[in-house]
């Protein structure tokens, strides 16, 4: 397993980093570090297909449910992940990009800055630029520190589709104690990632 990791502490640099990489990514494949957290027993994974009328289709935890986003009505292909049991979700913003490179670099803009925005409070953001299976480039961000969101990516084949993720737990337990489940649902969202694919079923 090959994948390519660099910090970034400047948002500009991080973005002409990331530009030069979605041109030729060469991973195929990304797990989160493993950490020596205490043991808590958590449901065996089992996987099943997005079956929605979405521009998108993935596998995700049989142990979630699909819902839709109830942010902004509007956005008609924005869902979440939601794990009951964990109180958490994953929250999933589609973006059409439809040969656009202006609205394509604006939709990058947006994600990087989103993700950097938690500098203050994170104690470090690890970051890996993959390919997926159906060749489209990925950006997975893993931050650590009492942050808001502890783990945020976006997939994009760079010419119609744009897809950003990012974790939210609706508790104030620390992240520590959360950090088993965190990382439990980062293995889920690297199987989401990697079990993506972008489908015309619908427009934005």
């Not at 989160?32 to 043991?39: A, E, F, I, L, V």
């Not at 902004?72 to 999933?92: C, G, I, P």
């Not at 650590?144 to 737990?169: C, K, N």
């Amino acid at each position: 397993m090959l994948f390519l990791k660099k910090q970034f502490q400047n948002p500009a640099l991080a973005f002409c980093w990331l530009a030069l990489l979605l041109i030729g990514a060469c991973s195929e494949d990304y797990l989160p570090k493993p950490k020596g957290y205490n043991r808590i027993d958590l449901p065996m994974r089992d996987f099943v297909s997005l079956d929605k009328n979405l521009p998108y289709n993935f596998e995700y935890s049989v142990h979630a449910q699909m819902e839709r986003d109830s942010f902004n009505l509007q956005e008609k292909t924005w869902a979440n992940v939601h794990y009951t049991d964990f109180d958490a979700r994953v929250h999933l913003t589609y973006k059409a990009i439809k040969g656009d490179k202006a609205l394509f670099k604006t939709y990058l803009e947006d994600a990087m800055s989103l993700t950097f925005k938690h500098q203050v409070k994170a104690y470090g953001i690890d970051e890996a630029v993959l390919l997926t299976p159906k060749g489209y480039t990925g950006f997975v961000s893993e931050l650590s520190g009492d942050v808001p969101t502890q783990f945020q990516f976006f997939v994009t084949d760079s010419t119609q589709h744009f897809l950003r993720g990012a974790l939210y737990f609706q508790t104030a337990v620390k992240n520590d104690s959360l950090a088993p489940i965190i990382e439990y649902i980062k293995t889920d969202m690297i199987h989401l990632i990697n079990t993506l694919s972008f489908e015309l079923k619908m427009s934005n």
